[in-house]
């Protein structure tokens, strides 16, 4: 059984890696359920054959972290939103726990660097087809990367993130292609594939993550030259010319090979000019709202918008995520929530210090041999955390499912590094293990249900996404009421319905028929809104439903709703110079139109903006005009 949970673990993380590339959880369900399996065969065993006995320091503080995170998830305003992190998080602490279980032999913690290089080599290929002007491509036939062209992606919609991954990847390789009991030729592949990685991480363009691996780079370094001088001191200064030439010759060639690509896009996004500094200050204003606990998991998909800083270009779209992970951590779970992660942090990375004290004082005198598997799991994965931690400064990788269960295994990988000793054996808490293997099985279980339920609600959703583009309206409506049966809390599936409901609106259709489409086009909107009240292009869309059957009080009071929740943006005013255009009052309609032209956040180029319909309430005035002139002359004529 054991074998059999760590065969399905080491699937569940190739699923995730392949579909488990964006934020939405549509494509990780898959990989969701196959890691939830593996952790529910593992706890059923309850007596695993474990190689290493991990810290329970290690353990206390990643129970306490995914605790606290668990229950501001169940406790967040929308629970569509909470669900996201809170999947993310129980696939994360199952991970965390096969880890320094399960996996815990060497063997089968190779076992993961085969399947990252699995990975790696899918994405650098699906990198090509990008290079090769594929910028749209995308894993699962029907959908398609939405990210604009230039920078490749891999499996991945953001190249940032497929930098993340590959720079997880860079480490834990460099550490086995250094340190671990492997052939030769192995050595040598290894070397190579480093090198495809970091070709690949220069492609992505991505300049936090390069920061972040520099200081990977570094941490790497000086981590091995400090076991050298401690075991094989007489191989130090030939170590240090090696490095320094190898390191030389290859960072000279990579930053040859992307000196041109980066100057264009400093040229395009000035760091002085970054986005990230007005994203940032929002985030740090909703943040003042809860300052202790946060406002709930990912509502800075709202907060971002309530809270814009009045000095963003007004072009610039949603930002839906803080760019930074400690910021948005701040808003979303308050210091809490930032100083449990810090503590886990610390703990697992001075776990992994200890280790090497221990392998330097206790395994090398003992056998004489530097070539160990634990040895390089473990410089690897604090070189990768270090580097993932500089590069969440700027980036968000950790709502990412694949680069979050990475970074938890990382963290399972250092909280039992292989310390055999009796002066550095870990002290243990009463009662911790039987407590984690309680919360693994419940985790388990709930992983396997959310990816049955939720997952099969999001399949039928996109599936009448998808027919709504091809324009099989009745396909689409079929499914979304599908989907809607399954997930009836889901605010988002919700308002997808109602939006497919007014689309499938038609000018030839019977006033019973269109009564009926209206009549519950407005009921879903409503449950929409209720659902999540914080979403001010619900309230527009539930305005618009409303204006369609008459209620256009309601109607006004929603756009109310929505110009309080987005203050700063053209639609909801937009949408106030529309509403009373329909009511023909045009005096209010104009001065509407033009209060939306003096938005802070404008709609996109080429959707429905404010000088448009500006341009159609004038022509319909003056069109009004001659007809009211042409009609007075008609009567004094007679």
Same mark, same amino acid.
């Given at each position: 059984?054991q074998?059999?949970?760590?065969?399905?673990?080491?699937? %569940?993380?190739?699923?995730?890696?392949?579909?488990?590339?964006?934020?939405?959880?549509?494509?990780?369900?898959?990989?969701?359920?196959?890691?939830?399996?593996?952790?529910?065969?593992?706890?059923?065993?309850?007596?695993?054959?474990?190689?290493?006995?991990?810290?329970?320091?290690?353990?206390?503080?990643?129970?306490?972290?995914?605790?606290?995170?668990?229950?501001?998830?169940?406790?967040?305003?929308?629970?569509?939103?909470?669900?996201?992190?809170?999947?993310?998080?129980?696939?994360?602490?199952?991970?965390?726990?096969?880890?320094?279980?399960?996996?815990?032999?060497?063997?089968?913690?190779?076992?993961?660097?085969?399947?990252?290089?699995?990975?790696?080599?899918?994405?650098?290929?699906?990198g090509?087809?990008?290079?090769?002007?594929?910028?749209?491509?995308?894993?699962?036939?029907?959908?398609?990367?939405?990210?604009?062209?230039?920078?490749?992606?891999?499996?991945?919609?953001?190249?940032?993130?497929?930098?993340?991954?590959? *720079?997880?990847?860079?480490?834990?390789?460099?550490?086995?292609?250094? &340190?671990?009991?492997? #052939?030769?030729?192995?050595?040598?592949?290894?070397?190579?594939?480093?090198?495809?990685?970091?070709? %690949?991480?220069?492609?992505?363009?991505?300049?936090?993550?390069?920061?972040?691996?520099?200081?990977?780079?570094?941490? &790497?370094?000086?981590?091995?030259?400090?076991?050298?001088?401690?075991?094989?001191?007489s191989?130090?200064?030939?170590?240090?010319?090696?490095?320094?030439?190898?390191?030389?010759?290859?960072?000279g060639?990579?930053?040859?090979?992307?000196e041109?690509?980066?100057?264009?896009?400093?040229?395009?996004?000035?760091? %002085?000019?970054?986005?990230?500094?007005?994203?940032?200050?929002?985030?740090?204003?909703?943040?003042?709202?809860?300052?202790?606990?946060?406002?709930?998991?990912?509502?800075?998909?709202?907060?971002?918008? +309530?809270?814009?800083?009045?000095?963003?270009?007004?072009?610039?779209?949603?930002?839906?995520?803080?760019?930074?992970?400690?910021?948005?951590?701040?808003?979303?779970?308050?210091?809490?929530?930032?100083?449990?992660?810090?503590?886990?942090?610390?703990? #697992?990375l001075?776990?992994?210090?200890?280790f090497?004290?221990?392998?330097?004082?206790?395994?090398?005198p003992?056998?004489?041999?530097?070539? *160990?598997?634990?040895?390089?799991?473990?410089?690897?994965?604090?070189?990768?955390?270090?580097?993932?931690?500089?590069?969440?400064?700027?980036?968000? #990788?950790?709502?990412?499912?694949?680069?979050?269960?990475?970074?938890a295994?990382?963290?399972?990988?250092?909280?039992?590094?292989?310390?055999?000793?009796?002066?550095?054996?870990?002290?243990?808490?009463?009662?911790?293990? &039987?407590?984690?293997?309680?919360?693994?099985?419940?985790?388990?279980?709930?992983?396997?249900?959310?990816?049955?339920?939720?997952?099969?609600?999001?399949?039928?959703?996109?599936?009448?996404?998808?027919?709504?583009?091809?324009?099989?309206?009745?396909k689409?409506?079929?499914?979304?009421?599908?989907?809607?049966?399954?997930?009836?809390?889901?605010?988002?599936?919700?308002?997808?319905?109602?939006?497919?409901?007014?689309?499938?609106?038609k000018?030839?259709? +019977?006033?019973?028929?269109?009564?009926?489409?209206?009549?519950?086009?407005?009921?879903?909107?409503?449950?929409?809104?209720?659902?999540?009240?914080?979403?001010?292009?619900?309230?527009?869309?539930?305005?618009?439903?409303?204006?369609?059957?008459?209620?256009?009080?309601?109607?006004?009071?929603?756009?109310?709703?929505?110009?309080?929740?987005?203050?700063?943006?053209?639609?909801?005013?937009?949408?106030?110079?529309? #509403?009373?255009?329909?009511?023909?009052?045009?005096?209010?309609?104009?001065?509407?139109?033009?209060?939306?032209?003096?938005a802070?956040?404008?709609?996109?180029? %080429?959707?429905?903006?404010?000088?448009?319909?500006?341009?159609?309430?004038?022509?319909?005035?003056?069109?009004?005009?001659?007809?009211?002139?042409?009609?007075?002359?008609?009567?004094?004529?007679?």
């Amino acid at each position: 059984m054991q074998k059999f949970a760590l065969i399905l673990f080491l699937l %569940g993380l190739f699923v995730t890696g392949l579909l488990g590339t964006e934020t939405r959880l549509l494509f990780f369900w898959p990989g969701c359920a196959l890691i939830g399996l593996a952790g529910l065969i593992a706890v059923l065993r309850w007596k695993l054959r474990v190689s290493f006995q991990p810290s329970d320091w290690c353990l206390l503080s990643v129970a306490a972290l995914a605790g606290y995170v668990g229950w501001r998830a169940w406790v967040s305003p929308v629970e569509v939103y909470a669900r996201e992190d809170a999947a993310v998080l129980l696939t994360c602490f199952v991970a965390y726990l096969m880890t320094v279980t399960a996996a815990s032999d060497p063997k089968w913690r190779l076992g993961i660097v085969c399947v990252l290089l699995v990975l790696v080599a899918g994405n650098l290929t699906a990198g090509w087809l990008n290079f090769k002007g594929r910028w749209d491509f995308h894993l699962v036939p029907g959908f398609s990367r939405s990210f604009p062209p230039g920078r490749i992606g891999g499996f991945f919609n953001n190249p940032n993130h497929l930098a993340a991954f590959l *720079s997880f990847a860079a480490f834990l390789s460099t550490g086995v292609m250094l &340190f671990a009991r492997i #052939h030769i030729a192995s050595r040598l592949l290894l070397g190579f594939g480093i090198l495809a990685m970091l070709a %690949g991480m220069a492609l992505t363009v991505s300049r936090a993550a390069m920061l972040g691996f520099a200081v990977g780079a570094l941490v &790497f370094l000086l981590l091995t030259l400090w076991i050298v001088w401690c075991t094989r001191r007489s191989l130090f200064k030939w170590l240090v010319i090696a490095l320094l030439l190898v390191g030389g010759a290859v960072g000279g060639a990579l930053y040859k090979v992307n000196e041109e690509s980066m100057l264009t896009r400093q040229l395009a996004t000035p760091l %002085g000019e970054d986005m990230r500094v007005h994203i940032w200050r929002a985030t740090l204003a909703q943040h003042a709202d809860s300052p202790w606990i946060g406002v709930g998991s990912r509502m800075f998909y709202e907060g971002g918008i +309530t809270h814009r800083d009045p000095e963003a270009s007004a072009q610039t779209g949603n930002a839906l995520f803080a760019h930074n992970e400690y910021l948005q951590t701040m808003a979303d779970y308050g210091w809490a929530g930032l100083t449990l992660v810090v503590l886990v942090m610390l703990t #697992h990375l001075l776990n992994g210090l200890r280790f090497l004290r221990w392998f330097a004082a206790e395994k090398f005198p003992a056998t004489g041999m530097l070539g *160990s598997n634990s040895l390089a799991l473990t410089i690897g994965s604090i070189a990768a955390l270090l580097a993932t931690l500089v590069h969440a400064v700027f980036e968000f #990788h950790g709502h990412i499912p694949i680069t979050a269960v990475l970074g938890a295994v990382l963290l399972g990988l250092l909280a039992s590094p292989g310390i055999e000793s009796e002066v550095f054996k870990p002290r243990r808490i009463w009662g911790l293990r &039987f407590i984690m293997k309680i919360a693994m099985l419940a985790a388990s279980a709930a992983m396997i249900a959310a990816a049955a339920v939720f997952g099969t609600a999001d399949g039928y959703a996109a599936l009448a996404r998808v027919e709504g583009k091809r324009g099989e309206t009745a396909k689409g409506l079929v499914h979304f009421e599908r989907a809607v049966e399954i997930d009836p809390r889901n605010a988002i599936l919700a308002y997808q319905h109602g939006l497919a409901l007014m689309d499938s609106i038609k000018s030839n259709m +019977t006033k019973d028929a269109y009564l009926r489409t209206v009549d519950a086009c407005v009921r879903e909107l409503t449950r929409a809104t209720a659902l999540n009240p914080d979403n001010y292009l619900y309230q527009l869309a539930l305005a618009d439903a409303l204006d369609a059957a008459g209620k256009h009080d309601d109607a006004m009071a929603a756009i109310q709703r929505a110009l309080t929740l987005a203050p700063l943006y053209e639609e909801p005013r937009l949408a106030l110079g529309m #509403h009373y255009h329909r009511l023909k009052d045009f005096e209010q309609a104009e001065f509407a139109y033009l209060w939306a032209g003096q938005a802070k956040a404008l709609n996109p180029e %080429g959707t429905t903006n404010w000088l448009d319909n500006y341009r159609e309430l004038l022509r319909q005035t003056a069109l009004m005009a001659e007809q009211e002139r042409a009609a007075r002359i008609q009567q004094q004529g007679r």
